[in-house]
């Protein structure tokens, strides 16, 4: 009888085990019927088409973004935004056209190669105050009231371009609270960032309106001036006085709309179909820029972000014929090339509340130089690193950390406003060992497009994507931080009872 009874436990252990391994193959080939390379390609040589002039945030090529979007949703039965019935959630948007006239001089010289941060009108001779890197300790003892400020890109420990962006905004409210009137600042880069920097801030700024706010900041005029050397910088910080000349005219502004587009399939479990799991990218690229070298100028973002609204695409069509037990909201971002701005006002004006949304797996791209993988950009940092990296094995790539933390890429994408409500948001991209190489050479470049992508590469990419998603959905443990993580607490606070 014993021996029966240690046959029939070992029966029903190979039995279960058996039904998991069937239950999961079941899974794979679900994924791999609804994911497929030739609806990969349509949406991705559409959405880079030079047609949509690189689907700059404001433009009219947005909007055909947008409406293509939208209507791939509801052709595959995706339900609409529940708060509004369609799929749009529109954003009102502040556009500030930058000044048409800027002609600056400092001590004689005049300064050609200039980036407008905040563009305000300006027009005086004046002297001007050199003030170290412009940090808090820098305005010590210092009165710099209605005065021009020059300082140094960046801060003491790293002057790079990235550094110089990361503290812009705090230069900005230390220079307005010790009264300056403009803030230069003094840029050592190359001329390729160089292009870069011009694109992004020599073109219309778009923000979300706050009368308060804007109307302080606009008093304010920050620029940056390309100092290749640094050689400006160490003449100006030993001169005995430094005289500018500043004639800057006053930027233009109007009101306009974006969109964030919305979608919703149910889940299929009575109770579980309360959690949603979140699945994000952005569709909107840099627009319109300096040529290369070929005389292109449309930046048409094939990899960033054509790739990942595709992957959200795939999980739409895959989960609206087989639905998981979770339920699953689609975003795709407008604005996340201006500032995050979709994402911000999403979780700000929510269409279902936060605490539902148990997970966030944004997707995000510059590039790949590693077929082999997929780069997921805090992986470690959430309890569905599990499910992510068993995803992968089905299709012969390996699941792998963000290899660059330098890059700070955590915090630059839309994952970063779900992550700072308390949501776990890591960002699936594409394979890279290394921020450099062809993950740099198409970055924001006018040869992303979308003929140089490995589509074999992507199916593969693409279905491991949707797998994820799934056994996230399906997973009995709802997906949580890791603990000790610095949004742990930011979770426990948001889900509250639904979290030790």
Not at 15 to 44: F, L, P, Y
Not at 188 to 206: C, G, S
Not at 447 to 458: C, F, M, P
Request: charged residues 25%.
């Amino acid at each position: 009888m014993k021996y029966l009874f240690l046959v029939i436990i070992c029966f029903f252990q190979f039995s279960t085990c058996a039904q998991n391994n069937i239950e999961k193959q079941s899974d794979v080939e679900k994924v791999k019927e609804t994911v497929d390379k030739a609806t990969i390609e349509g949406h991705i040589y559409f959405l880079a088409d030079d047609l949509l002039k690189g689907r700059e945030t404001g433009t009219p090529e947005l909007q055909i973004a947008a409406s293509y979007l939208a209507n791939t949703f509801r052709s595959y039965g995706v339900k609409p935004n529940p708060e509004n019935g369609t799929y749009y959630q529109n954003i009102p948007l502040l556009k500030s056209t930058p000044s048409d006239k800027v002609k600056i001089s400092i001590n004689g010289k005049t300064m050609d190669k200039v980036a407008l941060i905040r563009s305000a009108q300006v027009s005086h001779d004046s002297d001007a105050l050199f003030l170290g890197y412009g940090l808090e300790e820098d305005y010590k003892n210092t009165d710099t009231k209605n005065k021009v400020v020059i300082v140094r890109a960046g801060g003491p420990n790293t002057n790079d371009s990235r550094q110089a962006f990361r503290l812009r905004r705090q230069k900005q409210e230390l220079a307005k609270q010790n009264g300056v009137k403009t803030l230069i600042e003094l840029l050592p880069t190359d001329e390729n960032m160089w292009n870069y920097v011009e694109h992004n801030f020599n073109t219309p700024k778009l923000e979300v309106p706050n009368n308060d706010e804007d109307s302080e900041r606009s008093e304010l005029c920050h620029i940056w001036l390309l100092d290749t050397n640094g050689s400006l910088a160490n003449n100006l910080s030993a001169a005995t006085s430094i005289n500018t000349s500043l004639e800057i005219s006053a930027p233009q502004q109007e009101t306009i709309y974006t969109q964030n587009i919305i979608g919703v399939v149910e889940g299929s479990d009575p109770r579980l179909k309360e959690e949603y799991i979140i699945y994000s990218a952005h569709y909107d690229h840099v627009g319109i820029g300096t040529a290369d070298e070929t005389g292109d100028v449309i930046y048409n973002g094939a990899r960033d972000n054509a790739v990942g609204t595709t992957t959200v695409l795939s999980m739409a069509e895959h989960l609206s014929k087989y639905p998981t037990k979770r339920s699953a909201l689609f975003i795709l971002f407008t604005g996340e090339e201006k500032g995050l701005i979709g994402s911000r006002y999403y979780v700000e004006n929510p269409v279902i509340p936060l605490n539902q949304m148990v997970f966030c797996f944004n997707s995000d791209n510059a590039g790949y130089n590693d077929t082999n993988l997929a780069t997921i950009v805090g992986l470690p940092r959430t309890t569905a690193a599990k499910h992510i990296t068993a995803a992968a094995k089905p299709f012969g790539i390996t699941a792998v950390d963000d290899p660059a933390p330098e890059q700070g890429l955590f915090d630059r994408s839309d994952n970063v406003a779900f992550a700072r409500a308390g949501i776990p948001a890591p960002t699936y991209s594409l394979g890279f060992i290394a921020f450099n190489g062809d993950v740099t050479k198409y970055y924001h470049r006018p040869g992303d497009e979308a003929d140089t992508l490995d589509y074999d590469y992507l199916l593969k990419f693409f279905r491991s994507y949707v797998l994820a998603g799934r056994y996230i959905g399906d997973a009995d443990e709802t997906p949580f931080w890791t603990e000790g993580d610095k949004y742990f607490e930011a979770g426990k606070s948001l889900y509250k009872s639904k979290q030790p």
